[in-house]
């Protein structure tokens, strides 16, 4: 029995403006004008006798019978590339864009992916560093890790835990002052703040965790200024002084005995870390168990 089907090119101009919610991205992702998307959705809508989108400003919204015919045709489309990807790569290896933002890359997911690679030995993956908000459809991103999932409120979304910031110093640096065991005994000129960046609209500070402490403010004029939350755990790590550490990338470090806490007393960083992925590529092999094997694992701990 022959297959009823709708022309094909209109079927992914569809799948790429409904994803996208623009004629203007779906556009540029499959390299022809917006004029010529339009055209195929039109062709679909005269094919299907309904109407697809409607039209809001700059963006378009699916309509009911929009909706209903999404969900399959992304997901028979994704079925279809990742056929003729493995056909055309003559391998069966499955390769994920991976996009990170940079604080946790180094800090926290490398040995994740390590770890995950070692278990699943046809695992390969292309890893990108980048600031939030990351361009999927431009980028051809598989899977993100983020900062603040509002960020991608389009997106298949996996959360981690809300990150907490604590006081964090090496083991040498306690040796050489017991007393700081106390923070109260902390000289304000070993504090290691984090300049956090114009990316962050709030975020945890020192003078922040010594007033939910209940202890004396230091002045923020004293101590090391650092504008990577990655490096004030590396000079924590050296002795220079007691960090107000992220424990999400400081587990190895305080699992192994690099770096002790301080006190428990924490501070939640404003967001939660995330996971995000185009729904139509929730199929992508390895996506979505790479996603909850990261989510699954000692985040926090």
Same mark, same amino acid.
């Given at each position: 029995?022959?297959?009823?089907? +709708? +022309?094909?090119?209109?079927?992914?101009?569809?799948?790429? #403006?409904?994803?996208?919610?623009?004629?203007?991205?779906? %556009?540029?992702?499959?390299?022809?004008?917006?004029? %010529?998307?339009?055209?195929?959705?039109?062709? $679909?809508?005269?094919?299907?006798?309904?109407?697809?989108?409607?039209?809001?400003?700059?963006?378009? @919204? !699916?309509?009911?019978?929009? *909706?209903?015919?999404?969900?399959?045709?992304?997901? =028979?489309?994704?079925?279809?590339?990742?056929?003729?990807?493995?056909?055309?790569?003559? /391998?069966?290896?499955?390769?994920?864009?991976?996009?990170?933002?940079?604080?946790?890359?180094?800090?926290?997911?490398?040995? /994740? !992916?390590?770890?995950?690679? *070692? %278990?699943?030995?046809?695992?390969?993956?292309?890893?990108?560093?980048?600031?939030?908000? =990351?361009?999927?459809?431009?980028?051809?991103?598989? $899977?993100? !890790?983020?900062?603040?999932?509002?960020?991608?409120?389009?997106?298949?979304?996996?959360?981690?835990?809300?990150?907490?910031?604590?006081?964090?110093?090496?083991?040498?640096?306690?040796?050489?002052?017991?007393?700081?065991?106390?923070? %109260?005994?902390?000289?304000?000129?070993?504090?290691?703040?984090?300049?956090?960046?114009?990316?962050?609209?709030?975020?945890?500070?020192? *003078?922040?965790?010594? @007033?939910? =402490?209940?202890?004396?403010?230091?002045?923020?004029?004293?101590?090391?200024?650092?504008? /990577?939350?990655?490096? @004030?755990?590396?000079?924590?790590?050296?002795?220079?002084? @007691? =960090?107000?550490?992220?424990?999400?990338?400081? $587990?190895?470090? !305080?699992?192994?005995?690099?770096?002790?806490?301080?006190?428990?007393?924490?501070?939640?960083?404003?967001?939660?870390?995330?996971?995000?992925?185009?729904?139509?590529?929730?199929?992508?092999?390895?996506?979505?168990?790479? #996603?909850?094997?990261?989510?699954?694992? +000692?985040? $926090?701990?």
């Amino acid at each position: 029995m022959p297959l009823t089907l +709708p +022309p094909l090119n209109a079927l992914r101009a569809f799948e790429a #403006a409904a994803r996208t919610g623009s004629y203007v991205a779906a %556009a540029e992702e499959l390299g022809v004008s917006a004029a %010529a998307i339009s055209q195929q959705i039109r062709k $679909l809508e005269d094919y299907l006798g309904k109407q697809m989108f409607m039209r809001m400003n700059n963006r378009v @919204v !699916l309509t009911d019978a929009g *909706h209903a015919i999404r969900e399959g045709t992304a997901a =028979a489309l994704q079925m279809i590339s990742d056929s003729t990807e493995q056909l055309v790569s003559d /391998r069966s290896r499955s390769r994920l864009v991976i996009s990170t933002i940079e604080s946790v890359a180094e800090k926290w997911l490398i040995s /994740r !992916l390590a770890s995950y690679s *070692h %278990a699943h030995p046809d695992f390969r993956f292309e890893l990108r560093v980048e600031p939030d908000p =990351a361009d999927f459809s431009r980028h051809n991103i598989d $899977l993100r !890790l983020g900062y603040d999932p509002v960020q991608y409120p389009e997106h298949g979304i996996v959360l981690l835990e809300q990150d907490v910031v604590l006081p964090l110093c090496s083991p040498a640096y306690l040796a050489r002052n017991p007393a700081a065991m106390g923070m %109260a005994a902390v000289p304000e000129d070993d504090l290691l703040h984090t300049s956090w960046g114009s990316n962050f609209g709030s975020h945890p500070t020192w *003078h922040g965790w010594f @007033v939910k =402490a209940g202890l004396k403010p230091p002045s923020d004029s004293k101590g090391f200024q650092i504008g /990577r939350s990655s490096l @004030v755990l590396d000079l924590a790590r050296e002795g220079l002084g @007691v =960090a107000l550490g992220q424990r999400m990338m400081a $587990l190895d470090d !305080l699992a192994s005995g690099r770096l002790v806490a301080l006190s428990e007393i924490s501070i939640a960083l404003g967001y939660p870390y995330c996971l995000a992925y185009p729904r139509a590529k929730s199929r992508k092999r390895h996506l979505l168990a790479l #996603a909850n094997w990261l989510s699954a694992g +000692p985040v $926090l701990g």
